[in-house]
């Protein structure tokens, strides 16, 4: 019996570690890094994750991030390509790939390690923002696999789209539970690295995890605060619970920014009249370290209310 209890108490820690690694390698699948143009040069925007399409007349996918991130007329989503789909357009040369979508075929680039759909932004057509809350949609074709010569459905890329199953309800988003929020903030994991700096880039995208807790809810409130620092790129940020023994981490929300102190600065400045030195009072915003998050079961409903109009406007139109 004692060896049997050792045996279990050995094991515990690498069945938990496996469970974790899993568990991250699954939300890396899940974020995607928004690009905008900027004087011909790709600059990183914000974080965004894919809903399931449960639709199955149509073969978008139901984008979310922030409704501010949409402010463009077309954004660029950086997806990681299949180790087999990069050798291959490696060995031919190739720095596009065209594919069917929506009766008309659709072309991305290939950077050499992601494909970069381009995603035109059209308000009440493709993009859906929230009537209240910094949160919006947007339909686009991000195909994760492709139907080659030979009729074989081969891996594009390893994205994942979030199931029903995954969507944290109301009761399970409570003060005190651990989480994580994966993004791109300050560029850290794109191309161009910590404030295009190219200090902590990735040729291959690659987000930033950061750890927290949720540290307020309300029933009168709408957002939840995660005790967490959230920066600029964090906006789009999907949050997951941390998963434990018998439990998945499940999708509880998604950060768009965060609060800010006003700090009060002592200085001295110059009199514009009199032209003589004397003191004065600055203030500055200071970041806090509390993240501002709209849940989960909120943004799933905005999603299928998206879906119908979406649905209903493609409808209307054949």
């Given at each position: 019996?004692?060896?049997?209890?050792?045996?279990?108490?050995?094991?515990?820690?690498?069945?938990c570690?496996?469970?974790?690694?899993?568990?991250?390698?699954?939300?890396?699948?899940?974020?995607?890094?928004?690009?905008?143009?900027?004087?011909?040069?790709?600059?990183?925007?914000?974080?965004?994750f894919?809903?399931?399409?449960?639709?199955?007349?149509?073969?978008?996918?139901?984008?979310?991030?922030?409704?501010?991130?949409?402010?463009?007329d077309?954004?660029?989503?950086?997806?990681?390509?299949t180790?087999?789909?990069k050798?291959?357009?490696?060995?031919?040369?190739?720095?596009?790939?065209?594919?069917?979508?929506?009766?008309?075929?659709?072309?991305?680039?290939?950077?050499?390690?992601?494909?970069?759909?381009t995603?035109?932004?059209?308000?009440g057509?493709n993009?859906?923002?929230?009537p209240?809350?910094?949160?919006?949609?947007?339909?686009?074709?991000?195909?994760?696999?492709?139907?080659?010569?030979?009729?074989?459905?081969?891996?594009?890329?390893?994205?994942?789209?979030?199931?029903?199953s995954?969507?944290?309800?109301k009761?399970?988003?409570?003060?005190?539970?651990?989480?994580?929020?994966?993004?791109?903030?300050?560029?850290?994991?794109?191309?161009?690295?910590?404030?295009?700096?190219?200090?902590?880039?990735?040729?291959?995208t690659?987000?930033?995890f950061?750890?927290?807790?949720?540290?307020?809810?309300?029933?009168?409130?709408?957002?939840f605060?995660?005790?967490?620092?959230?920066?600029?790129?964090?906006s789009?940020?999907?949050?997951?619970?941390?998963?434990?023994?018998?439990?998945?981490?499940?999708?509880?929300?998604m950060?768009?920014?965060?609060?800010?102190?006003?700090?009060?600065?002592?200085?001295?400045?110059?009199?514009?009249?009199?032209?003589?030195?004397?003191?004065?009072?600055?203030?500055?915003?200071?970041?806090?370290?509390?993240?501002?998050?709209?849940?989960?079961?909120?943004?799933?409903?905005?999603?299928?209310?998206?879906?119908?109009?979406?649905?209903?406007?493609?409808?209307?139109?054949?």
């Open positions: 019996m004692k060896k049997i209890l050792l045996y279990l108490l050995l094991s515990l820690p690498v069945i570690t496996a469970q974790i690694r899993d568990f991250y390698k699954n939300t890396v699948n899940a974020t995607i890094l928004l690009y905008k143009k900027t004087n011909g040069q790709l600059k990183a925007h914000g974080t965004a894919i809903l399931h399409n449960y639709d199955e007349k149509s073969g978008e996918a139901i984008l979310v991030t922030c409704e501010h991130v949409t402010h463009h077309t954004l660029i989503a950086a997806i990681p390509v180790d087999s789909i050798k291959a357009l490696i060995d031919t040369k190739q720095t596009t790939i065209s594919f069917a979508a929506g009766g008309a075929i659709q072309t991305v680039e290939f950077d050499g390690n992601n494909l970069l759909f995603i035109p932004i059209q308000l057509n993009c859906y923002k929230h209240s809350l910094d949160l919006a949609t947007i339909f686009c074709n991000l195909p994760s696999t492709l139907v080659n010569e030979r009729n074989e459905v081969v891996a594009l890329t390893n994205m994942k789209a979030l199931p029903k995954s969507i944290g309800k009761d399970e988003i409570f003060a005190g539970q651990e989480i994580t929020f994966v993004g791109f903030p300050s560029g850290i994991g794109t191309q161009n690295g910590f404030f295009g700096t190219r200090m902590y880039r990735d040729t291959k690659n987000p930033l950061r750890r927290g807790i949720v540290s307020w809810t309300s029933d009168n409130d709408e957002l605060l995660v005790d967490g620092f959230s920066y600029a790129g964090n789009g940020s999907p949050i997951f619970s941390i998963p434990g023994a018998g439990s998945e981490g499940k999708f509880l929300g950060v768009i920014g965060h609060l800010n102190d006003e700090v009060e600065m002592n200085n001295m400045g110059a009199d514009s009249l009199k032209g003589d030195v004397v003191p004065k009072k600055t203030y500055i915003n200071i970041n806090n370290g509390l993240a501002e998050c709209i849940p989960s079961y909120i943004i799933y409903d905005f999603a299928l209310e998206s879906l119908k109009t979406r649905s209903a406007l493609l409808l209307q139109r054949k």
